[in-house]
Structure formats: structure tokens, C-alpha cells
T-cell receptor, first 115, second 113 residues
Framework: GAVVSQHPSRVICKSGTSVKIECRSL??????MFWYRQFPKQSLMLMAT?????????EQGVEKDKFLINHASLTLSTLTVTSAHPEDSSFYIC???????????FGQGTRLTVV | GENVEQHPSTLSVQEGDSAVIKCTYS??????FPWYKQELGKRPQLIID?????GEKKDQRIAVTLNKTAKHFSLHITETQPEDSAVYFC????????????FGTGTRLTIIP
């Protein structure tokens, strides 16, 4: 199957700082990238959908100015958590889509801890 | 939008017995239904999926059934093994690609040796 590489796998940052998470599709062009957040013992909740070259579409309740998404190329999408706070601590995971298949290809996930 | 409900939230079965997890969905436009296994701190792993033009699909010990009329689908794991212990998520999606997956709330499956 197709591979999505997500980095970093773990990051600890101080409150008020920003953190960037990268997702790269290694062997396919991801026309669409989905960003999810997963709190402990909970399900994956979609934060936003990004399409290459256009603005991301955010789900209700997700602050677009806090969670900046860039999908500048068909192989790279980034999520930047700005002015992070402890309540932003979570597992963030991306999913790439080739647009021709129904299967979603997930990155490894990023465990963000804000102290 | 789509809403996916999943039951039970926790399930314990004796090793060798079968486990069944059920999901219902609300959007009749959904036509792709994957099941994921997720271990702690790792990405969801696709274990089986089914499309709306099929009623049942099987892959060794794992099977999925779909009832489009009732809008529900189920995961069946037979001859369970300790390594089947994990959290399982169902999901639903409309159309092909470029559409978001809506996940169920998850089932923590524990296999008792």
C-alpha cells in the first residue's frame, strides 16, 4: 500500500510556542490530506481537510488561526499548532488520499505534549 | 453530516471464541465502510473494508457484513487470539476519495487467554 510519513512522532513544547507537524506521501500524490486529533481513549476526530493548492476546510469548532494547515504540494502537508496550550496535548494524525481509491493512508501520528 | 455509532465500547472474550462489533451510520450516501485496528500510540491499521455493492466480505478470521437497508455493518473475528487485543474503529465514507472518513467511537477488545 501507499506510505504516508509523519514527523515528528513525539514532541514536547512549552506553552505559547508553535509546533509544526509534517506529513509526506512517499510513493503517491496525495490530492487530499485529512488531519485528525485523537484524545486518550477517544476516537479520531477530523480537524480539517486540505487540498493541494487551496485553503483547508476546517470542521466546526476547530480554530483555523490556531491550527494552520498548508498543502503546498501533492506530497507534503503541514499542520502548525500555534500558541500551544496544555489542552492542545493530543495525538495528531494525518491521512492521505490518492483520489482514486477509497482506502485512506495514515501517517504514524504525532504525540504532542504541551507543558 | 454522517454520524457513526459503534457498540460495544468494551468487549472481553475468551481466547478462541468469536467477537462481534456493530456499527450504524446515518448517511445513505455512504458507500465505503472500513474497519481499523489501533494499538496504543500507533496509527490505525486497515484490517478489512466493504463497499456498498457487497453484503459480506471475509479475510481469514475476519469478516464484515453490511446491511444497507438498515444502515448497519458488523465486524466478526473468529478464533480470537491474544494479539487481537486492541481498539477497533469502524468508519464510513461517501463516494470515492476526497471525502472524509467518519469514525465510530471505538471498541476496546480484550482477549482473555
Amino acid at each position: 500500500g501507499a506510505v504516508v510519513s509523519q514527523h515528528p512522532s513525539r514532541v514536547i513544547c512549552k506553552s505559547g510556542t508553535s509546533v509544526k507537524i509534517e506529513c509526506r506521501s512517499l510513493d503517491f500524490q496525495a490530492t487530499t490530506m485529512f488531519w485528525y486529533r485523537q484524545f486518550p481513549k477517544q476516537s479520531l476526530m477530523l480537524m480539517a481537510t486540505s487540498n493541494e493548492g487551496s485553503k483547508a476546510t476546517y470542521e466546526q469548532g476547530v480554530e483555523k488561526d490556531k491550527f494552520l494547515i498548508n498543502h503546498a504540494s501533492l506530497t507534503l502537508s503541514t499542520l502548525t499548532v500555534t500558541s500551544a496550550h496544555p489542552e492542545d496535548s493530543s495525538f495528531y494524525i494525518c491521512s492521505g488520499d490518492r483520489g482514486v481509491s477509497t482506502e485512506a493512508f495514515f501517517g504514524q501520528g504525532t504525540r504532542l505534549t504541551v507543558v | 453530516g454522517e454520524n457513526v455509532e459503534q457498540h460495544p465500547s468494551t468487549l472481553s472474550v475468551q481466547e478462541g471464541d468469536s467477537a462481534v462489533i456493530k456499527c450504524t451510520y446515518s448517511d445513505s450516501a455512504s458507500n465505503y465502510f472500513p474497519w481499523y485496528k489501533q494499538e496504543l500510540g500507533k496509527r490505525p491499521q486497515l484490517i478489512i473494508d466493504i463497499r456498498s455493492n457487497v453484503g459480506e466480505k471475509k479475510d481469514q478470521r475476519i469478516a464484515v457484513t453490511l446491511n444497507k437497508t438498515a444502515k448497519h455493518f458488523s465486524l466478526h473475528i473468529t478464533e480470537t487470539q491474544p494479539e487481537d487485543s486492541a481498539v477497533y474503529f469502524c468508519a464510513a465514507r461517501a463516494n470515492f476519495g476526497n471525502e472524509k472518513l467518519t469514525f465510530g467511537t471505538g471498541t476496546r477488545l480484550t482477549i482473555i487467554p
